[in-house]
């Protein structure tokens, strides 16, 4: 039987999450808490599945959390969330994001998505792919060490990059912190194979993201 955590701050939520999971014999719910509890509560308890609310805190709050946590690294993460590109992400991988749902997913989608990270599968919906390429579908990297599709949030950070603004005046534009600029910064270097701002820049053009 795997174990698993819940964390959400509205009371309502982890209810709801909880009777998902009652009504699995397979999964055995250890603890349900607001998110900053259940990260403290899984350093410890070490759950095979993380099934946490990122709307609450916000992605970057939640980013920055999970990087302080000490959790295990064999402990999947499963993500509701309103804004799935945030998250569908080579940074998102490295963190444990395991399953990147929407938020008004359906209970045979949720448990779906926790069998499938178990199952050592990145997981997600058609609707959250729609969501996270965007304007971006079907723009592709033609290095032969990237295959990664930009999102569309990693092409407006790119572009502005291009305009010669630094983070702090990114992040203003697009009402983010510094820290979710540094994310898509790495995210979008680690897709095109880019080593610094330049380098991005100058693929950007070659791809035919950044117009000059």
């Not at 999964?27 to 099934?51: C, K, T």
């Amino acid at each position: 039987m795997s174990s698993v955590i819940i964390g959400a701050r509205s009371a309502v939520l982890r209810s709801h999450l909880e009777s998902v999971l009652w009504n699995n014999s397979c999964l055995q719910l250890i603890g349900s808490y607001s998110i900053e509890r259940a990260l403290a509560q899984a350093e410890n308890l070490r759950p095979d599945v993380l099934l946490l609310d990122s709307n609450s805190p916000p992605h970057d709050a939640l980013i920055h959390l999970l990087e302080s946590a000490e959790v295990d690294d064999s402990s999947r993460i499963v993500i509701l969330t309103d804004d799935p590109e945030m998250f569908l992400s080579p940074e998102g991988i490295r963190l444990g994001f395991r399953a990147i749902l929407g938020r008004d997913a359906h209970p045979e989608e949720i448990l779906a998505a926790i069998e499938g990270s178990l199952a050592g599968l990145v997981v997600t919906n058609p609707a959250a792919i729609q969501s996270a390429l965007g304007d971006s579908r079907g723009v592709r990297s033609d290095l032969d060490n990237s295959d990664d599709t930009l999102t569309r949030r990693e092409i407006d950070v790119l572009r502005m990059v291009a305009d010669g603004l630094g983070n702090k005046e990114i992040a203003a534009r697009l009402g983010i912190s510094n820290h979710t600029v540094k994310f898509h910064l790495s995210s979008l270097f680690a897709k095109l194979g880019a080593s610094n701002r330049a380098e991005a820049v100058t693929l950007g053009i070659r791809l035919g993201l950044i117009m000059i």
